[in-house]
């Protein structure tokens, strides 16, 4: 046991951290990265073990602040330190990697200790590097979804028809949802749409909704919104819903991996705890994107489908083509304007937007039976160029506390590039990651105003000099960074009729 | 990118921490955890992004002072944070995930980056779990031990008779090596002993050690006292040797694994390291070690024979009896007392303790030629019990820095508790981890004077009242809790003749 000093510190290591002097640990059976427990007078606090030769002095340990639930210790108050029971997860976990099925119980028990930060990083990292690599079975799968869910909100609905649309993984320019939540909401079906803001791209669907109003609603203004239009599209981190699906991603992205079992209990979690009965999944399926052919994509589709009938959500999946951004525009206020354009003049918009808005709305018209089998995508065009889909969505901003505006209105970063074809002949590729990555250096998504604008896309003829695409950005050095950047990446590939010339036989 | 204002921080996050303001974060593309690169005109420091409320300021980033070198950044001068390239790594962690055998050359990445600490704890988990799940073939392990070895400190020695003996696992009052390394000295053999301090058990042997002499010696002082002596026993710590190892172990003690590669690479990297040509394995084999049974040892210790053959280290593993304490004395001081008495006294030293002495010391002997086969034990006694294995060990005590001592010298613990009987009856069980929780709770190692002595072992016979065992302790407070401690785990169980009594028939 050691006695020291309180002091208060704030630093986010995923479980609390508890910060002694290397000093202080010299000799002792004590070392980083032990589970410990301060304890005083006043109270306790559990914690992963750091060391520090000057963060704090011999005598003192830094404790946690960020969470302050729980923790009554008082600063400078004398506590003592001493080794603390590890969680029962670790058992569990340890189990997984051996490659045994987890009981309900001990997956309920795993989740509950994610969720009250008990484990630490290397344990989190040991969980999900097992469930890749030893997967779990649906009974597993359906108890850690449905722990995910109850550890937090739970919101719940008069209504019997509430729907969701979901994609996995990113496309960029993916703003389909500005069309179709509104379309579903005017046809009177129930769509409390939340959603992430941009982790690998350079604008996710808050992102972008946020240029047009705010975003960041509590549950019972979600569920003011939603009562009142039918609909609403807020970023998901507003509400706490499955929190322990933030901190399971914040460990699979440093190792890139996304074990299955957390992508299906990820996604459905958070149907679960928005209380939604009937969803339809977009995978997108190309180069650039998460799931790179259709036999890989119809798999993950029959899981979860085969997991939502278990939770009692009836799911649809649909493959579409990720193989290059939907639309034109990519970047929160160029996706913003691109949306508004469409929702305003549909018929003038880029047919792949359109095309994905009203057929992803239609399935879950015909699902929620204002249409018939196969005329859902009529009804939703219907809804969408009559104007009614557009004045859903203005209601929607006003009722988040935004104010219509008309495309033109939305600015976009004042410091512009176009960069043009060096040749005659066709768009023959455009990149998904390069674009992600050049709109991401022009300042996507903090500046809102960043982003790429495509002039031509996949198979248009272009002649030498014209615009192949624009790159907005609201400061001169990072729209200079960005023009640097795609002359290495080429986000757009122009190439001659000619591919190949021989010239021997 | 963002642009701060270096602030210098320390803390041991094992990659370096680079710490940013969360106001910083909000809207960006970075997230903790992330890996970033921070540039100014003056230098540039790669690190893991960990986010803060109050740590560091807005506008401010803290980078580590640890490690100093490669950090050229100047305190308080203004630096850019961008994304970082991936450690190549991660894409052969990646591989081991899904089950693949790695390539030498990628395994020596791996090590690189895990000795540049190049590799969050996130991913070194991920690896440690993954090797954990899908295991190595020998060709890894050989290319994973060689690396460990290649990326610390070589010593070689001019003598191509270079010795070592090491024990797996800890059994409490493991004190032989201060009876076989001045014996194997004393006839002549070169053994440079390097051990741990205590990890899990209440006293490693350079704990131990540190009793008598100093024992934190750098590669110079290591040399020249084997010069002097043939033999030293230091703290493994003192010297670089196998880098990777420690920081490999970091990862595995919190989710309580020991990768069977990673058991077999750390062992042997040090032996390669050290320029260790004969090598004698202990292998404890009971309740309350790391090998539980006979089969599981004999496993182990066919897989250090191939491993050693193919590093050109001959090995020779020993199956010994791990079940109770060596010896009767557990505690950095009572330990020392009691080897010094066996030195100085063999023939009334306990028997345990002499048998695993000159028995592992045997082989060493008979494989270096000092014996004939069958001839070392007999040889190593002569030794012991000539008074010349003393001699030896005074004289690598004075060369590393002590004085010699006589065993009554040593001071112990003056708070004492002894603890009798409760019946007349028999020794049916000494229990290793109670006995190592209740030494470490009387404040071993760190109180190298806190220890237990035990009176009787298993099969003994004990009247009512008494003695089967004292505790001793620096501080009164710190021997209260002991007791209390041991009242609750029973180091020691006795039980009367009759076991069972069925009173209906």
Redesign the interface.
């Known amino acids: 046991?050691l006695f020291l000093n309180a002091k208060?510190?704030?630093?986010?290591?995923g479980a609390n951290a508890v910060?002694v002097n290397?000093e202080d640990l010299k000799?002792?059976?004590y070392?980083?990265?032990?589970?410990v427990l301060i304890e005083s007078h006043s109270g306790s606090v559990l914690g992963?073990l750091?060391?520090?030769?000057?963060?704090v002095q011999k005598g003192e340990v830094g404790i946690p602040?960020?969470k302050m639930k729980g923790i009554s210790l008082k600063e400078g108050e004398e506590v003592n330190l001493r080794h603390a029971e590890?969680p029962e997860s670790?058992q569990f976990?340890?189990k997984k990697?051996?490659?045994q099925v987890l009981s309900p119980n001990e997956i309920r028990t795993i989740i509950d200790e994610i969720v009250s930060k008990k484990l630490?990083?290397?344990?989190?990292?040991?969980f999900?590097?097992?469930t890749?690599?030893?997967g779990m079975n649906m009974e597993e799968i359906v108890e850690m979804t449905k722990r995910m869910a109850e550890t937090g909100d739970m919101i719940s609905w008069e209504k019997s028809l509430v729907v969701d649309i979901h994609s996995i993984g990113g496309v960029p320019g993916n703003k389909y949802a500005l069309l179709s939540i509104p379309i579903l909401a005017a046809a009177g079906i129930t769509i409390p749409k939340t959603s992430s803001?941009?982790?690998?791209s350079?604008a996710g669907t808050a992102?972008v909704m946020e240029v047009l109003t705010n975003v960041e609603l509590d549950e019972e203004e979600l569920k003011r919104v939603v009562k009142a239009t039918n609909g609403c599209l807020v970023w998901g981190g507003g509400v706490n819903l499955a929190p322990a699906d933030d901190i399971i991603i914040?460990?699979e992205?440093?190792?890139?991996?996304d074990p299955q079992p957390q992508l299906l209990a990820s996604v459905m979690a958070k149907k679960v705890a928005t209380g939604i009965k009937y969803a339809v999944i977009d995978i997108p399926v190309g180069k650039g994107v998460k799931i790179k052919n259709e036999a890989e994509g119809a798999k993950l589709a029959r899981k979860f489908i085969e997991l939502g009938e278990l939770l009692n959500i009836r799911v649809e999946c649909v493959l579409t083509y990720g193989g290059q951004p939907l639309g034109r525009a990519i970047g929160p206020a160029l996706e913003a304007k691109e949306a508004l354009e469409a929702l305003t003049d549909p018929k003038s918009a880029p047919k792949s937007l359109i095309e994905k808005a009203i057929s992803l709305a239609g399935i879950l018209l015909e699902l929620g039976g204002s249409a018939q089998i196969g005329d859902g995508q009529k009804l939703a065009w219907e809804i969408l160029e009559s104007g009614r889909a557009l004045e859903k969505f203005n209601q929607i901003i006003v009722e988040q506390g935004g104010t219509p505006k008309k495309p033109e209105e939305i600015e976009l970063g004042k410091y512009v590039e176009e960069v043009r074809s060096p040749i005659d002949g066709y768009i023959v590729g455009i990149n998904n990651t390069s674009i992600t990555n050049v709109v991401?250096e022009a300042g996507a998504?903090?500046d809102k105003k960043a982003g790429l604008l495509l002039n031509a896309k996949i198979g248009n003829k272009v002649k030498r000099g014209d615009i192949l695409y624009t790159i907005y950005s609201g400061s001169e050095e990072?729209l200079n960074?960005a023009v640097n950047l795609a002359r290495r990446v080429y986000p757009v590939n122009v190439e001659g009729m000619m591919i190949e010339r021989i010239s021997k036989f």
């Open positions: 046991m208060f510190i704030d630093l986010d290591l910060i290397e000799g002792t059976s070392y980083p990265q032990d589970r992963i750091y060391s520090t030769k000057t963060m602040v960020r590890k670790i976990i340890k990697m051996d490659g630490s990083n290397i344990e989190l990292a040991a999900v590097t097992s890749y690599v030893n803001r941009a982790i690998t350079p992102d914040n460990v992205r440093p190792v890139s991996i991401k998504p903090r990072r960074s």
